[in-house]
């Protein structure tokens, strides 16, 4: 397949996938949600996380602000700045600003968060394959986070209802798979013990 056929069955999939995603009723995505939530709590790797990089649900992708009340983490949340990720510590207390793209994100002033101090990154996707490649917005952001040396040793959750789990995904060469998925019924990983 070349890049062109490529990129158009990545957006043609992408399209697909989040118009399924919208169409679920306000009281199924929150039932999924919670469940995904659940799924989480229950893994070592999330209990044992002292600061947890995550995101603010958008466009009913799910949604993981039951967790963000547990204050046994350091919750970090992402600001574009140009086409980059900054991290930023985020409490319940704090002010949220809506970016360009209508998505919440934390004040420019809020403390930045240093990658050394990172011990899970909670990965939104429009979908993700068993093997651990996910399908993003097609903005490249997590792509360039996830291929940068400051992050990419990091563990990564790829986060995803499990019609969006999927068995194989286009890859593309600068596509690296994400260490696990968790969705409202499977949390799987790479390393057998870290379930």
């Known amino acids: ?54 995101y603010f649900s958008f466009r009913q992708e799910p949604d993981l602000s039951p967790l963000f009340t547990n204050t046994k983490h350091f919750w970090g949340f992402p600001r574009c700045v140009g086409q ?37 990154i909670l990965v939104p996707s429009v979908a993700c394959d068993y093997r651990g490649y996910r399908l993003g917005y097609g903005g490249g ?3 360039r986070l996830l291929n940068s040396p400051e992050w990419s040793q990091k563990f990564t959750i790829g986060i995803v209802f499990d019609f969006a789990y999927l068995p194989q995904l286009p890859v593309a060469s600068w596509d690296l798979p994400l260490q696990a998925v968790c969705t409202e019924t499977e949390f799987k990983t790479s390393h057998s013990d870290a379930t």
């Open 1 to 54: 397949m070349d890049n062109v056929d490529h990129q158009k069955s990545k957006t043609e999939l992408r399209r697909t996938l989040i118009k399924t995603r919208q169409s679920m009723s306000v009281g199924e995505w929150k039932e999924k949600s919670d469940r995904i939530c659940t799924q989480l709590q229950s893994s070592t790797l999330f209990i044992q996380a002292n600061t947890i990089l995550a």
């Open 84 to 120: 980059s990720l900054c991290w930023h510590i985020w409490t319940q207390t704090d002010s949220l600003n809506i970016n360009n793209y209508g998505i919440s994100e934390p004040s420019s002033q809020a403390p930045i968060i240093n990658p050394d101090d990172v011990d899970l």
């Open 141 to 143: 952001y997590y792509d």
